[in-house]
């Protein structure tokens, strides 16, 4: 692994031998699977802290925190660090809104969230079991007597996209076009196309909020139009931030776990037999594969001097806020190479603290229901031995596909 980058047009306050190349860069593309050696090879190679030229969206630097302990304390710490702008979209096009809640810190982060937790809870969610068994039910019927199929397509994005799509009541026939925006977004390296898709996705919440201005409905859109903090309406920035927080959330998230998670069963003949012979253990497995598999990074912008890591982010610095480093950091977790059923681990897979995700009870729902139903419904399956399995790194690391046989 060549971990040095060229020494060039760094800060003062940057030290020459904290300059590193960093495989996990928005556009960046493996054919191996990252989680296997990469992860652990930066947790062997790199400091706990150190700086990448062209790791932030847009190809320019900022530092890069691998150790659970410091990437939890980032996330607590809204004094040193502000969430405003850590996925920059808002700035590409020249807008002013920031995501909802994720972009917000506190105070206004906390009225968000007082918002909007009560329509994530278990209870709140409760009447969503149907439609998300039946969704799953509907998608395992279509593809399970074929002996052989791309997992991710015939089941890891229709699934939760079907059903976020729903919550924001938008049409099911545009999900492959909505996906195709998700992978611009989040995916893409080229600026020009983030642009565009940024510009796409709010085109298209700004019609929909007229029309349901005029039409108002049941929907996650509707419930921002009315929704009121004290005495006062949301703005349109604040639904724009909303309904972009869960279009970027709602449609990569789950899917990319998913992937992950089949992925890894497929890998495991003896694991998929212990989860099949005793479906107790289910809970505790997607537990342990979230934390393995966490796949996310976001960035925080320091607004006050502070040291970690013997490090010191000065005001302006960007800080990369890596899940997949935290929750595979073996200062924390033991083996952590290993997935292991009964770990029972809390990791970062859907961040921490204040910034803990806020739909993070509907994808473990959605996670646990397709594991139940698939290894009822599917014989044991196993990775396609021919097949070429690309992943994408960056800001999710997600593989292009999954292709699984059985039978």
């Known amino acids: 692994m060549n971990i040095h980058a060229p020494v060039t047009q760094i800060p ?3 030290p020459p031998d904290l300059v590193r190349t960093f495989p996990l860069t928005l556009g960046s593309l493996t054919s191996s699977d990252p989680y296997k050696r990469m992860i652990h090879d930066i947790h062997r190679c790199y400091p706990p802290v150190f700086w990448v030229p062209d790791v932030y969206p847009g190809g320019t630097p900022a530092w890069v925190v691998r150790r659970f302990s410091d990437l939890r304390a980032i996330y607590a710490d809204d004094v040193h660090f ?8 808002a700035m590409f ?5 920031d995501l909802v809640p994720a972009g917000a810190d506190a105070p206004t982060h906390d009225q968000y969230r007082a918002l909007l937790n009560p329509l994530f ?6 009447k969503l079991e149907t439609k998300v068994a039946e969704v799953a039910q ?16 015939v089941f890891a994005v229709p699934f939760p996209v079907s059903i976020v799509l729903d919550l924001l009541d938008l049409p099911q026939e545009r999900m492959a076009e909505f996906m195709l925006w998700e992978h611009m ?3 893409d390296m080229n600026i020009e196309n983030i642009k565009q898709a940024t510009r796409n996705v709010v085109g298209l919440f700004r019609e929909v909020m007229k029309e349901r201005r005029a039409n108002p409905g049941d929907d996650l859109v509707s419930f921002a139009l009315n929704a009121k903090i004290g005495d006062r309406g949301l703005t349109d920035d604040e639904v724009i931030g909303f309904c972009f927080n869960l279009f970027i959330g709602g449609l990569d998230t789950v899917t990319t776990n998913l992937c992950w998670q089949y992925r890894y069963l497929a890998e495991h003949p003896e694991q998929q037999a212990k989860l099949r012979a005793n479906p107790a253990l289910i809970p505790d497995a997607i537990q342990e594969m979230l934390r393995y598999y966490s796949p996310a990074s976001t960035f925080r912008t320091v607004i006050k ?3 970690m890591g013997g490090v010191t982010f000065k005001v302006g610095d960007k800080v990369m806020v890596c899940t997949t480093l935290g929750s595979n950091d073996p200062e924390q977790f033991e083996n952590p190479e290993e997935v292991r059923f009964d770990r029972r681990a809390t990791s970062l897979a859907f961040g921490s603290g204040i910034h803990h995700c806020l739909g993070h009870h509907l994808a473990r729902r959605e996670l646990t229901v397709a594991m139940q139903k698939l290894l009822a419904e599917l014989p044991p399956f196993r990775l396609d031995p021919q097949a070429e399995i690309l992943t994408d790194l960056g800001g999710v690391i997600q593989p292009r596909s999954v292709p699984l046989i059985w039978g």
């Not at 809870?121 to 409760?126: D, E, G, N, S």
């Open 12 to 14: 003062s306050h940057v």
């Open 138 to 153: 509907h998608l395992i019927d279509g593809f399970k007597n074929k002996g052989a199929a791309d997992f991710r397509e």
């Open 185 to 187: 977004l989040l995916h």
């Open 93 to 97: 096009i020249g807008d002013s809104w």
């Open 305 to 307: 001097e502070i040291e």
């Open 121 to 126: 809870t278990p209870v709140a969610l409760k």
């Open 82 to 89: 502000s969430v405003k702008g850590f996925a920059p979209f």
